[in-house]
């Protein structure tokens, strides 16, 4: 995702952006394919209507460690 390509490019140094790329990629393959057998088995479990909710509590979950990873990096290049 380009999104990500540019927080690694924002947040890490560049001696070490290498590495980052490829768990960022790492991470996200690992996503695509284990998202669907999670949320397959997820909808058996506790019912479909149930995983949108999870899933949306993840990504809000995640937008705030976004934001806080991007103001922590905005303060850092600014001094």
Known sequence: M????ALVGL???RS???SAYGVAT???SLGSGLGPLIGGSLASLI???SVFGVAGGLFML?????SKLLARVSLEKST
């Open 11 to 13: 947040s890490v140094p």
């Open 16 to 18: 070490q952006q290498g």
């Open 26 to 28: 790492s991470a996200q």
């Open 62 to 66: 995640t937008g705030i460690a976004v």
């Open 2 to 5: 380009t999104s990500t390509n």
């Open 47 to 49: 019912g479909l209507r």
